[in-house]
T-cell receptor
Framework: NAGVTQTPKFQVLKTGQSMTLQCAQD?????MSWYRQDPGMGLRLIHY???????DQGEVPNGYNVSRSTTEDFPLRLLSAAPSQTSVYFC?????????????FGSGTQLSVL | GENVEQHPSTLSVQEGDSAVIKCTYS??????FPWYKQELGKRPQLIID?????GEKKDQRIAVTLNKTAKHFSLHITETQPEDSAVYFC????????????FGKGTKLSVKP
């Protein structure tokens, strides 16, 4: 049972480049989300989805796009990378759409934007 | 907007002592309060949670208390061990929305042998 799988684990981008962070889960969870973690800032919600075809913005959505074409996959796209997007990104999923279920996190993607 | 304040930001204790981490929240509609532990270089993992209809919950050496009137909740770790060293995050559900948790900024706990 793989759980939540994120790729890549590490990525270095130049300012202005675009890329997609991949997230997949094999637990049939309806809820999926993306967080960024910065030193001293905790975990901040970027975007989330409560099911295929449904996405919504979190606390810090600017500069990021998401889509949810299947239950399993929830990719995060950086359209034009900026140094302020240097962070560790975590994907998380849950069986509960109400916000009151356990979040299962992926192993994270460490992104550096130069 | 909704906010979760967590204190202290760092905490150092001797092995065997107790550790207490406190959080306050602003959204009176919050009804779910989980705690996550993140070891260095690892992913956050749930260690305990509490819902608004309960005042206290215990699981072996860890316990969480909730005071809804005062809008604060706390994590208590007794008989601390070096493997308890990690960053701990509290969170509160965002009232009225689906699928959102607001996290505190974290507490780095160091347990010295």
């Amino acid at each position: 049972n793989a759980g939540v799988t994120q790729t890549p684990k590490f990525q270095v981008l130049k300012t202005g480049q675009s890329m997609t962070l991949q997230c997949a889960q094999d637990m049939n969870h309806e809820y999926m989300s993306w967080y960024r973690q910065d030193p001293g800032m905790g975990l901040r919600l970027i975007h989330y989805s409560v099911g295929a075809g449904i996405t919504d913005q979190g606390e810090v959505p600017n500069g990021y796009n998401v889509s949810r074409s299947t239950t399993e996959d929830f990719p995060l796209r950086l359209l034009s990378a900026a140094p302020s997007q240097t962070s560790v990104y975590f994907c998380a999923s849950s069986w509960d759409n109400s916000g009151t279920g356990i979040l299962f996190f992926g192993s994270g993607t460490q992104l550096s934007v130069l | 907007g909704e906010n979760v304040e967590q204190h202290p930001s760092t905490l150092s204790v001797q092995e065997g002592d107790s550790a207490v981490i406190k959080c306050t929240y602003s959204d009176s509609a919050s009804n779910y309060f989980p705690w996550y532990k993140q070891e260095l270089g690892k992913r956050p993992q749930l260690i305990i949670d509490i819902r608004s209809n309960v005042g206290e919950k215990k699981d072996q050496r860890i316990a969480v208390t909730l005071n809804k009137t005062a809008k604060h909740f706390s994590l208590h770790i007794t008989e601390t061990q070096p493997e308890d060293s990690a960053v701990y995050f509290c969170a509160a559900s965002k009232g009225g929305s689906q699928g959102n948790l607001i996290f505190g900024k974290g507490t780095k706990l160091s347990v010295k042998p």
